[in-house]
């Protein structure tokens, strides 16, 4: 079983919606899928209450609590992603990246979120799992605006700390609407908004 994290310690990087999404896009190709809400807004799990029966059904997984980390996870599952908490302790990290086979890690393209992002990155880059090799960390520039003059600094400085940035999703309209529904940018193969999902195919082929 794949389970894949999405994390960081700083708030407000969009965390929800590339866990969301994520879940959109293993479930659209057939796959048993959960979305595990280790966040005690529970973001996660209100998306997948507005899913509609119609689409590819995810299964939801309440991990707010840490003692509820690892339950319910169901042999009969493919893929578990699960959407980590804002402002992440160590020992919380720990256990959720005990569950992890992949880290997902987004960060804004700003300086103020990436000094931040680097140390959280340095941190579970310690955590025994991460060092062996058994979890692999794949970072991403996400609400990319075209007309930012950050994003290559953000992409130069995180990659002579080793920490190269896997691909970049922009900042569009699109995920907000989606998410209102409960639905993901997956979900649909219009030509309209082929070249946002076209910006995930990084991502998508890192964690196949």
Same mark, same amino acid.
């Given at each position: 079983m794949r389970k894949i994290l999405v994390?960081?310690?700083?708030?407000?990087?969009?965390?929800t919606t590339l866990a969301t999404n994520l879940a959109v896009s293993f479930a659209a190709r057939g796959a048993d899928v959960a979305l595990a809400d280790a966040d005690r807004q529970?973001?996660?799990?209100?998306?997948?209450?507005?899913?509609?029966?119609?689409? %590819?059904?995810i299964?939801?997984?309440?991990? %707010?609590? %840490?003692?509820?980390?690892?339950?319910d996870k169901g042999r009969d599952l493919d893929v578990i992603i699960i959407d980590g908490?804002?402002?992440?302790r160590s020992e919380l990290a720990k256990s959720l990246i005990a569950e992890a086979s992949d880290i997902v890690v987004p960060v804004l393209?700003?300086?103020?979120?990436?000094? %931040?992002?680097?140390?959280?990155?340095?941190?579970?880059s310690e955590v025994k799992?991460?060092?062996?090799?058994?979890?692999?960390?794949?970072?991403?520039?996400?609400?990319?605006?075209?007309?930012?003059?950050q994003?290559?600094?953000l992409e130069e400085t995180l990659s002579e700390k080793g920490y190269p940035v896997l691909c970049r999703i922009g900042d569009r309209v699109i995920y907000a609407r989606e998410a209102a529904?409960?639905?993901?940018?997956?979900?649909?193969?219009?030509?309209?908004?082929?070249?946002?999902?076209?910006?995930?195919?990084?991502?998508?082929?890192?964690?196949?």
């Amino acid at each position: 079983m794949r389970k894949i994290l999405v994390v960081n310690s700083k708030g407000g990087c969009g965390k929800t919606t590339l866990a969301t999404n994520l879940a959109v896009s293993f479930a659209a190709r057939g796959a048993d899928v959960a979305l595990a809400d280790a966040d005690r807004q529970k973001s996660s799990l209100e998306w997948v209450k507005r899913r509609s029966k119609s689409m %590819a059904p995810i299964k939801a997984l309440n991990w %707010a609590k %840490a003692e509820n980390i690892g339950e319910d996870k169901g042999r009969d599952l493919d893929v578990i992603i699960i959407d980590g908490p804002g402002g992440l302790r160590s020992e919380l990290a720990k256990s959720l990246i005990a569950e992890a086979s992949d880290i997902v890690v987004p960060v804004l393209p700003s300086v103020f979120d990436w000094d %931040a992002t680097l140390k959280f990155l340095d941190g579970i880059s310690e955590v025994k799992r991460v060092r062996k090799g058994k979890a692999d960390i794949h970072v991403i520039a996400n609400r990319v605006n075209r007309r930012s003059t950050q994003l290559g600094d953000l992409e130069e400085t995180l990659s002579e700390k080793g920490y190269p940035v896997l691909c970049r999703i922009g900042d569009r309209v699109i995920y907000a609407r989606e998410a209102a529904r409960g639905s993901g940018i997956f979900d649909y193969k219009d030509t309209a908004s082929a070249d946002v999902r076209s910006q995930w195919h990084p991502l998508l082929q890192a964690l196949d």
